[in-house]
């Protein structure tokens, strides 16, 4: 799950990247209205916590332009406590949420996992292919009866995978998803991660999970 962070506060932006890491979660952050519309430009996100008042563009209006143009990503707004009138306009403009601040991080960290559920990536959080069992709440992933431990971008990337089973996902769609803009490894991360995952959950099996859809990218599904 990929989040983008918009708050000018750089301490309170710091400890809301840090804490969001900590959840698995892939994050972007910037500074002001004007960054956010450049990463909003390049990236899908599963989720926006978007603070109202900002340098450059007020996160009302970049929320406006969003919705404006139909997308739907899930928006928390973080408001000062004495703005009402921004609270209800938020939410005419199309927010799902907002906190107001100062807000306790484990509240925050609450909303986020309800807002991302919102979110159209959020069919559910647990999904079976085959024998493979996947349950995103508890990350927990099992074949056959068997118990298989992932690293944390092994989880994100197998996650993003089994949410979009059926679809031909490219390389650059993946890396988009599963690694935010500061990171700054090969192209070729993607193939090392879906290696990684073919050994834990495909190798010795009857059937494979993880096709490779030649020149285009991967897909997740039963082939027979
Ligand atoms: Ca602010």
Redo the contacts with the bound molecule.
């Keep these: 799950m990929r989040l983008l962070v918009v708050?000018?506060?750089k301490n309170l932006n710091g400890l809301l990247v840090r804490r969001l890491e900590r959840e698995h979660y892939t994050v972007d952050s910037c500074l002001d209205g004007r960054q956010a519309e450049d990463c909003l430009a390049c990236a899908e996100y599963d989720g926006i916590l978007l603070?109202?008042?900002?340098p450059g563009r007020s996160g009302l209006e970049i929320l406006r332009e969003l919705r404006s143009r139909g997308d739907r990503t899930p928006v928390l707004l973080l408001t000062a406590r004495d703005a009402v009138e921004d609270r209800v306009k938020g939410l005419d403009a199309g927010a799902d949420d907002y906190l107001v601040k100062p807000f306790a991080l484990e509240e925050l960290m609450a909303r986020v996992r309800a807002l991302v559920r919102r979110g159209p990536a959020a069919a559910g959080d647990r999904f079976e292919l085959d024998d493979l069992v996947v349950d995103c709440a508890s990350r927990r992933v099992s074949r056959a009866g068997r118990e298989i431990s992932l690293a944390s971008k092994e989880f994100a990337v197998l996650e993003y995978l089994i949410r979009n089973q059926g679809v031909v996902l490219s390389r650059e769609k993946i890396a988009g998803h599963i690694w935010n803009y500061s990171y700054e490894g090969g192209s070729n991360v993607v193939d090392v991660y879906i290696r990684y995952l073919r050994k834990k959950i495909d190798e010795d099996q009857a059937h494979r999970l993880i096709h490779t859809v030649r020149g285009v990218g991967y897909v997740m599904r039963i082939e027979t």
Excluded: V
């Design positions: 708050e000018d506060e603070d109202i008042m900002l």
